[in-house]
């Protein structure tokens, strides 16, 4: 028998991935830049309560919240694509598991993503 080391990062990421997969029948995955302003606004705001984040080695932030308003999670991660110290370039995306449709909708619009229509996002909206 060998000796398995678990990768503690690896299983971290994975728990955020099995808690937003089996929270809810409706997601929403969108892709952003500058995440970490939104992040900042989420754990500050009422409607929404910090449930885990993860900081790894390199600085990349995963966090998860839950919506009190709609019961829905939100996950936002954040990647840096440069290497270097002087660069800015942030991305990453955001993914959104509701229970109800209306839950997504509702959170989508808490989120004011570029304050648009939510009904302008139905298009990227995946039912599993």
Do not use: K
Not at 51 to 73: K, M, Q, W
Not at 82 to 103: N, P, V, Y
């Amino acid at each position: 028998m060998t000796n398995h080391v678990v990768n503690p990062l690896a299983f971290a990421i994975e728990e955020f991935n099995v808690a937003i997969n089996t929270h809810g029948d409706f997601s929403y995955v969108r892709f952003g830049r500058n995440l970490d302003r939104l992040r900042v606004r989420l754990q500050g705001d009422e409607v929404t309560r910090l449930v885990r984040r993860l900081t790894d080695l390199e600085g990349e932030v995963t966090s998860l919240f839950e919506c009190d308003a709609t019961g829905a999670l939100i996950m936002v991660r954040e990647a840096h694509v440069c290497e270097s110290e002087d660069c800015d370039f942030d991305l990453g995306d955001i993914s959104i598991s509701a229970t109800s449709h209306d839950g997504l909708l509702a959170t989508i619009s808490l989120l004011e993503f570029d304050r648009d229509d939510p009904e302008q996002f139905l298009g990227s909206i995946h039912w599993e």
